[in-house]
């Protein structure tokens, strides 16, 4: 192959079929033989429009392969996750381990790319780790990061049309990438140092980690205030230079609610504001559940009787099927521990069925409950009829 890739999951894959889809020879790497074998029959192992067909394709044609062994190539692409340890710190252990299999293959002339979101300072690490295993390559091959930026539901179009910000170990490293980017982004391609890339990477999901924790602390102040959140914002963002975020239920998914921590725990001294926005989109998630506490107790108050309940919505964001790190999930098993026997009904209008929560039609969810909880803004949930009598949670604007 031309190119192998390590790590084939909701990165590494799309990036794989994109390459393979424009005539290079991709051999694309996963230490899970079950991701392998769907991959190799052109299938596919996560969501993604579009994806599917563009696998099935590269697959068909012979431009890609996948295997669960490194093959050597001339461009190495690392595309693995890096989540974060217990106390925050991050884990840059699957990038260490890709490396130390990559090392072995590499010769004058190769490209060895990092994608993965990293720390500032790994690319430099794994330079260096790198000419410590094969010191006679030094200064003869190119090492560069260049971090993915593209929202999951709309990956194999900003793969070709985001901008990519591209940075080498040295000048001739960024332009060996720029070149490699070329042949298959559209995209505009920023040169700029390994450093100043992997920061600018966790930059931009701070900014909108600290974007959003603003509209959640609006909302909280609102509630005390009797405002409501959703118009305030509306009407600030008529100022010509006002462009403020919309509150949640909290902030989830794999990025925007993980990548602050590496910044806050290498320079927890300096990054106060993003440190403070973490908490305050976490806070968020545990006040909504409290609210429905909240709710459950005055209505009981109120009526002699426990409420139903619906709670409407599991996903990390509206319109996805990817229930992992969502701050919904996290709220609803939040209320369920204080459930002292009140009918809930979960809906999660995206997943068919769920290991854990029995779920419930959301017309018929949102007929039964006498308390209706907003905490994803599906669409589904838009125009859902909602009798007067009953009470309505909305965390997440959908029926401002
Ligand atoms: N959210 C709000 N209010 C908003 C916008 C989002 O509460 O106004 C919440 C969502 O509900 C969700 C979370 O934030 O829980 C994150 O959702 P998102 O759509 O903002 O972003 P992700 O995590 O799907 O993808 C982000 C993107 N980064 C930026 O927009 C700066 C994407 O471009 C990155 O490639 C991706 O992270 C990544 O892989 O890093």
């Not at 559209?186 to 980690?209: F, I, P, Q, V």
């Not at 602390?217 to 609102?222: F, K």
């Not at 308390?371 to 994803?376: D, K």
Request: net charge negative; aromatic share 8%; glycine share 6%.
């Amino acid at each position: 192959p031309k190119v192998t890739t390590v790590g084939l999951g909701y990165i590494g894959l799309p990036t794989s079929a994109l390459i393979a889809s424009n005539g290079i020879e991709v051999f694309g790497v996963d230490i899970n033989p079950e991701v392998v074998e769907t991959i190799n029959q052109g299938k596919i192992h996560i969501i993604e429009p579009d994806l599917e067909d563009a696998v099935a394709q590269a697959v068909e044609k012979g431009y890609l392969k996948a295997g669960t062994k490194i093959k050597a190539a001339s461009t190495y692409l690392v595309v693995v996750p890096t989540p974060f340890k217990g106390n925050h710190e991050p884990d840059i252990s699957y990038v260490e381990a890709a490396t130390k299999e990559i090392i072995p293959h590499l010769k004058e002339g190769d490209l060895y790319i990092i994608e993965s979101t990293s720390p500032v300072g790994t690319t430099e690490k794994m330079r260096n780790y790198i000419y410590s295993k094969r010191p006679e390559l030094e200064n003869k091959i190119h090492i560069a990061y260049c971090p993915e930026r593209v929202l999951p539901g709309n990956v194999m179009h900003e793969l070709v049309h985001n901008d990519r910000v591209i940075g080498g170990v040295d000048e001739a490293s960024t332009q060996k990438a720029i070149a490699f980017y070329k042949d298959f982004v559209k995209g505009e391609l920023h040169a700029t140092n390994a450093r100043t890339a992997e920061m600018c990477k966790l930059t931009e999901n701070s900014s909108r980690d600290v974007q959003i924790a603003f509209a959640n602390e609006l909302s909280l102040i609102c509630d005390k205030a009797d405002i409501n959140v959703w118009e305030l914002i509306k009407l600030a963002n008529k100022h010509p230079r006002v462009n403020i975020l919309q509150p949640g239920c909290g902030v989830g998914g794999h990025c925007i609610a993980v990548d602050p921590y590496f910044i806050t725990s290498e320079f927890p001294m300096e990054s106060q504001i993003i440190g403070k926005a973490r908490e305050i989109n976490n806070y968020k998630s545990f006040w909504c559940a409290e609210q429905i506490k909240k709710g459950k107790h005055e209505f009981q108050l109120k009526h002699g009787r426990k409420p139903a309940i619906a709670l409407m919505g599991l996903a990390f964001k509206p319109n996805i099927d990817d229930l992992r790190e969502s701050p919904a999930k996290y709220i609803v098993q939040k209320v369920l521990q204080d459930a002292q026997d009140e009918d809930y009904y979960i809906v999660e209008p995206n997943v068919k069925s769920h290991q854990v929560f029995k779920l419930t039609d959301y017309q018929e969810a949102a007929e039964k409950a006498d308390i209706v909880v907003f905490l994803v803004a599906h669409k589904e949930f838009k125009d859902l009829e909602i009798s007067e009598e009953k009470v309505v949670l909305d965390f997440c604007g959908i029926r401002k």
